[in-house]
C-alpha cells in the first residue's frame, strides 16, 4: 500500500466495508502516473492535513467515482479550494454586515446569494429592521409631539415626519418582500446613489461614442447596461408607459410587479404625510407652510390610486416622479438604437 500525505484534504473517500446491512463499496479510484489505485484509508491529520493510503485497484469492482492525481489536476483542486475558502469568507463578511449589504438592489443581493451564498432574505430583513423601527419611532413622535408632549429621542432614532414616513412606509413594503414573497428588496436611496456613482465614474468617451451606443464593443455595452438596468430596476416602473415597454423588451423588466411596490410605498408615504400635515393645521404657526407641503402629497397619493387601478388591470403605469429617473435611465432606453441620419452627420 501506499501512503499518500497531503497538505489539504482532496474529498477522497475510503473503502466502505462490508456489513449486516450495507454491501462493501469500494473508495475513490486515483489514477497516478498512468496506473489506477483505489483509496483505503482516509485519515485526518493533527496539522488539518489528510494521509491516504492507496493500493491498486481490484479488476473486479466497478469504478464509481475516479480522480486524477497530476500536476494540472492538483494546481486545478488547489484554485478550487481557494474560492471556496474565499467564498466562506465573503459570506461571514456578508453577513456581518447585513444591514449595509441588505441595502443593496435587490438582484445584487440575488447575485451575491448565487457567487458566494450570501444570504439574500437575512439582508434585506437585517437592513429593513432598524429602518423600519427608525421610521415608526419619527411617527409615533410627530403623533406624540401634536399632543403637546415630547419624545426625548435623539434626531437620528426618531427624525422628523417626511423621513419617517418614508423609512417607515419602504421598509414595511422591504419586510414584507422578503419575508411573505422570499424576494430580496433594496432601498430606493441606495439604487439611486449607486446610479449617481456609476455616473460620475463613466469614463469620457469620443463624441461618436456617445451618440452611437453601437461604438462600444457589443459585450461591453451589454454587460453594462444589464448591471445598470438591474440597479434602476426598483424605480423603473416610474417612468412612462412607452418607456417601460422598451425595457420590458429589452430586459425583460416586470412592470407590473415593481410598478406595484412603488405606487404602495409612495402611497403609504403620501397618505400619511398629508394626515400629518392637515394635523399640524390646528397649530397656529405654519399653517401656510403645511398647507403648500400637503399639496403635492396629495397629488401623489391619488396618482397612486389610480396607479394601482391601472396595474391592477394588468397594464403599465408611470408616475410623474419618472422625470427623476429618467436622466439615470437615459441610456437603458436609447442603447441598442440605430443613429438618426442627423445624428451620423453630427458625429462626422
Not at 461618436?208 to 438591474?230: M, S, T, Y
Not at 402611497?267 to 400637503?294: K, Y
Request: charged share 20%; with cysteine.
Amino acid at each position: 500500500m501506499i501512503v499518500l500525505i497531503c497538505p489539504l484534504s482532496k474529498s477522497w473517500t475510503p473503502r466502505a466495508a462490508r456489513t449486516l446491512t450495507v454491501s462493501e463499496h469500494p473508495g475513490t479510484a486515483v489514477e497516478w502516473e498512468g496506473r489506477l489505485y483505489e483509496v483505503r484509508d482516509a485519515i485526518p491529520g493533527a496539522d488539518g492535513g489528510m494521509r491516504y493510503g492507496l493500493a491498486p485497484w481490484e479488476e473486479g469492482h466497478a469504478i464509481r467515482r475516479m480522480e486524477r492525481y497530476d500536476a494540472v489536476s492538483e494546481e486545478i483542486r488547489k484554485a478550487e479550494q481557494r474560492d471556496r475558502r474565499h467564498d466562506v469568507a465573503k459570506r461571514r463578511l456578508s453577513i456581518l454586515f447585513a444591514p449595509f449589504a441588505g441595502l443593496l438592489p435587490g438582484e445584487i443581493q440575488k447575485k451575491m446569494e448565487r457567487d458566494f451564498g450570501a444570504p439574500a432574505i437575512l439582508m434585506t430583513v437585517a437592513s429593513a429592521t432598524p429602518l423600519f423601527v427608525v421610521g415608526f419611532l419619527g411617527i409615533f413622535g410627530v403623533l406624540i409631539g401634536m399632543t403637546g408632549a415630547t419624545l426625548s429621542l435623539p434626531l437620528w432614532l426618531a427624525p422628523p415626519a417626511a423621513v419617517a414616513v418614508y423609512l417607515f412606509g419602504e421598509s414595511a413594503l422591504r419586510l414584507a418582500s422578503a419575508i411573505g414573497a422570499g424576494e430580496p428588496m433594496g432601498t430606493l436611496a441606495a439604487a439611486l446613489a449607486l446610479a449617481v456613482s456609476r455616473a460620475a465614474r463613466k469614463p469620457q468617451r469620443a463624441a461618436a461614442a456617445k451618440i452611437w451606443p453601437e461604438a462600444l464593443p457589443p459585450g461591453e455595452a451589454d454587460a453594462r447596461d444589464r448591471d445598470n438596468f438591474h440597479v434602476l430596476e426598483p424605480v423603473l416602473a416610474l417612468l412612462s408607459c412607452a418607456e417601460q415597454e422598451t425595457l420590458v423588451l429589452r430586459f425583460g423588466f416586470d412592470a407590473i410587479r415593481w410598478g406595484r411596490k412603488t405606487a404602495a410605498v409612495l402611497l403609504a408615504a403620501a397618505v400619511l404625510n398629508t394626515v400629518f400635515s392637515l394635523a399640524a393645521l390646528s397649530q397656529p404657526d405654519g399653517v401656510v407652510g403645511e398647507i403648500l407641503w400637503s399639496l403635492p402629497a396629495l397629488y401623489l397619493a391619488i396618482e397612486q390610486v389610480r396607479r394601482l387601478r391601472t396595474l391592477n388591470a394588468g397594464l403599465a403605469a408611470g408616475s410623474v416622479l419618472g422625470r427623476l429617473v429618467r436622466p439615470f435611465a437615459k441610456r437603458l432606453l436609447t442603447a441598442g438604437r440605430a443613429p438618426t441620419p442627423d445624428a451620423a452627420r453630427s458625429a462626422r
